[in-house]
């Protein structure tokens, strides 16, 4: 099998049957493994240092990661899963930060009863030929999250896998260990600037634009609705934000809202996400729309009138700096 074919054949969708695939014995990984929900500034320490490793080597870098989240198949409360990434930014990220490879491994229910000996041996040795593997500071593997580093060094000595940790990363000004699960608390505080700076990168959400009730013309500020691409994702907290836009491979600035419309549609509490691009009026009913949230500008609140709604869209178009 030639490279580029081993290399389509193991970066392919998170659906397909990726074990019946095996590395040409020649191809030695040194890797990571896990979800990487975000792909933050603390897995960026663990990536760099992999990526680093395996140009020291010469040898190919890879992540070893799972599609769908754990929590869906083993607790199946999809409806409390929030995601940072879709699977497509997740691996996107990825390369940004180096990585050679992204290996998608389905995360079934026969797959979590895995034991950490059994993963490492068939998956890491057998089939991804890894020779070092490099793991964050509190990484777990395997049934249960049973193996800590200190068993992954155990599993490895036999097979001639070296095991590395890399320590935490805290954040400079805040002096907190960065984490998914701080991110996540973030955005659903309304605190985008302080995800971002977890991040590494502008939060953004992605989907396409959906028709509307077109009320947005009649106030002079028309909005594009976003239906999302992937419904796990985390939206920030209601309220209007300052953000990017990107259409088409152009790049705007916008305002845009997330809540429920109270002024217009009281009692209603299905959230939306409806976006004023400035200086821009084309028609773009079905096309692909992605937004990158810079600062957050207000709390959604209730208008006692569409025109006190519409002067204060205007406030706060004033507000922002979107030229630059």
């Known amino acids: 099998m030639e490279s580029g074919e081993w290399r389509r054949s193991l970066e392919t969708p998170a659906h397909s049957p990726l074990f019946i695939f095996h590395l040409p014995f020649s191809i030695h990984m040194i890797a990571t493994t896990g979800f990487f929900d975000g792909v933050h500034v603390g897995h960026r320490t663990v990536l760099q240092r992999v990526a680093a490793a395996a140009r020291a ?27 940072l990434n879709t699977l497509d930014e997740k691996k996107q990220r990825l390369h940004e930060a180096g990585i050679n490879h992204v290996f998608v491994l389905p995360f079934t229910m026969a797959f979590s ?9 068939e998956y890491l040795h057998r089939r991804f030929h890894v020779t070092a593997l490099i793991v964050g500071y509190d990484h777990h593997l395997g049934v249960h999250a049973g193996a800590n580093y200190e068993l ?33 608390e ?65 790049v705007y600035y916008g305002m845009t809202n997330i809540g429920v419309r109270p002024t217009v549609q009281p009692g209603d509490t299905s959230r939306t996400i409806e976006t004023h691009i400035f200086n821009f009026s084309d028609d773009i009913y079905g096309q692909d729309l992605s937004i990158e949230f810079l600062k957050r500008i207000r709390d959604e609140r209730r208008f006692s009138s569409l025109e006190e709604l519409k002067a204060q869209l205007q406030r706060d178009k004033e507000s922002m700096n979107y030229e630059v």
């Open 152 to 184: 992954l060094q155990k599993i490895g000595e036999p097979i001639n896998m070296k095991v590395e940790r890399v320590e935490e990363k805290k954040d400079a000004l805040l002096q907190v260990t960065v984490s998914a699960t701080k991110i996540r």
């Open 57 to 83: 080597a010469g040898d190919e870098c890879a992540v070893i990661t799972f599609w769908p989240h754990p929590r869906v198949i083993l607790h199946q409360d999809s409806g409390k899963v929030r995601l």
């Open 186 to 250: 973030a955005l659903a505080q309304g605190y985008v600037e302080t995800a971002n700076r977890f991040l590494g990168y502008h939060y953004q959400l992605q989907g396409v634009v959906v028709e509307g009730q077109r009320l947005g013309q009649q106030l002079g500020f028309p909005t594009a609705n976003m239906q999302l691409y992937e419904p796990l994702k985390q939206l920030p907290a209601n309220g209007v934000y300052h953000t990017r836009v990107r259409l088409n491979e152009t």
């Open 113 to 121: 009863q895995l034991s950490p000996e059994d993963f490492v041996r």
